[in-house]
T-cell receptor
Framework: GAGVSQSPSNKVTEKGKDVELRCDPI?????LYWYRQSLGQGLEFLIY????????KSGLPSDRFSAERTGGSVSTLTIQRTQQEDSAVYLC????????????FGPGTRLTVL | GNSVTQMEGPVTLSEEAFLTINCTYT??????LFWYVQYPGEGLQLLLK???ADDKGSNKGFEATYRKETTSFHLEKGSVQVSDSAVYFC?????????????WGLGTSLAVNP
């Protein structure tokens, strides 16, 4: 079946602009995660959605970052007033949400802020 | 807090050599442990996992044993191939709360030469 898809695959933007990154999880997966992979920083958790529960936003680095998940499926990560330090690969993952589940990752969106 | 420490790379080996990539962790409770792999130009994919102490995860000739006494989850393979060249990430998930987020090591790059 189809895996996790993300769009765009690459995004180049100017400092100060807003960007939206999209994630389409695997059908039937109730849990969705956003991570960020920065050079020298490794992977860091950003936000987690599980079903209809309130999302865990504890990993968002600032209030310029927000995410929503519509209809329990597609998710959009929005970064407002982008900064150069936001440059990274943004990864989305989804899972069935159980205690021992496996997270399946999308190919990522490479964001470059000039 | 929760954290993962894995050996720094890059690791360069000849084909058929023995591979060990060390991973140790700090966690409250009883985490699940994972190895993910990222092949060149591809997304992250689960390599193997273990959900409780003394469990051994295995896949594609790779193995890792969950050692609670040493808080380790070292990745091993008896005979590496050129196709194993990739970046390997150790990760944990703390199962104490509702969030299933993964905590990651910084990754270890492996290059296998013919």
């Amino acid at each position: 079946g189809a895996g996790v898809s993300q769009s765009p695959s690459n995004k180049v933007t100017e400092k100060g602009k807003d960007v939206e990154l999209r994630c389409d999880p695997i059908s039937g997966h109730t849990a969705l995660y956003w991570y960020r992979q920065s050079l020298g920083q490794g992977l860091e958790f950003l936000i987690y959605f599980q079903g209809n529960s309130a999302p865990d936003k504890s990993g968002l680095p600032s209030d310029r970052f927000s995410a929503e998940r519509t209809g329990g499926s597609v998710s959009t990560l929005t970064i407002q007033r982008t900064q150069q330090e936001d440059s990274a690969v943004y990864l989305c993952a989804s899972s069935f949400g159980g205690a021992a589940d496996t997270q399946y990752f999308g190919p990522g969106t490479r964001l470059t802020v000039l | 807090g929760n954290s993962v420490t894995q050996m720094e790379g890059p690791v360069t080996l000849s084909e058929e050599a023995f591979l060990t990539i060390n991973c140790t962790y700090t966690a409250t409770g009883y985490p699940s442990l994972f190895w993910y792999v990222q092949y060149p130009g591809e997304g992250l994919q689960l390599l193997l996992k273990a959900t409780k102490a003394d469990d051994k995860g295995s896949n594609k000739g790779f193995e890792a044993t969950y050692r609670k006494e040493t808080t380790s989850f070292h990745l091993e393979k008896g005979s590496v191939q050129v196709s194993d060249s990739a970046v390997y990430f150790c990760a944990l998930r703390n199962n104490a709360g509702n969030n299933r987020k993964l905590i990651w090591g910084l990754g270890t790059s492996l290059a296998v030469n013919p």
